[in-house]
């Protein structure tokens, strides 16, 4: 397994994973459709990415995980707000936990002290990971995510660093 940034020659394979991962998982903000931007689109995006992202490609050069870290800026900018996602075929694999790792790694060599996240609150895989590196429930929010017509709870967690 390769851990590192993605660049613009992911492109492709970056949005067949969004697609899978959405289709794999009811926890994310998008679903099997993935996000909605040509090849060429997500190539600009990944050329000019400068905030940390981290993708997990395995031996057949598929992306497997993914996570990111959104610096805050101003009078947030000792904060970050993390995502990470994982193929379910990896599930259970320490695929992750090592883009977790990479990440925080790479948010206290910025200088970053705060870590938020935000997560379904029926989602015990991922809140599991999120305890394993001593992230902490700070808050709770009615209906953040709508899947359908049906509304699902989440929760505010965070690391301090």
């Avoid at 909605?36 to 997500?42: A, G, L």
Wanted: glycine letters at 12%; a negative charge.
């Amino acid at each position: 397994m390769e851990y590192r940034k993605p660049i613009k020659e992911d492109a492709k394979n970056m949005l067949e994973y969004l697609k899978q991962v959405g289709s794999e998982s009811d926890n994310l903000t998008f679903g099997k459709e993935g996000l909605p931007f040509t090849v060429e689109q997500e190539e600009e995006y990944l050329d000019k990415l400068t905030s940390p992202c981290i993708v997990a490609v395995d031996d057949e050069g598929r992306i497997v995980g993914d996570g990111s870290l959104e610096l805050g800026v101003r009078r947030i900018s000792h904060s970050a707000e993390l995502g990470i996602s994982v193929i379910k075929e990896y599930w259970g694999k320490g695929v992750g936990s090592t883009i977790m790792e990479l990440l925080i790694k790479e948010a206290k060599d910025r200088g970053v002290t705060k870590i938020n996240l935000k997560v379904r609150a029926d989602n015990q895989r991922a809140k599991g990971l999120y305890k394993k590196f001593g992230f902490v429930k700070e808050g709770y929010s009615t209906r953040m995510l709508k899947i359908g017509d049906e509304y699902f709870d989440g929760e505010y967690w965070g690391l301090m660093l």
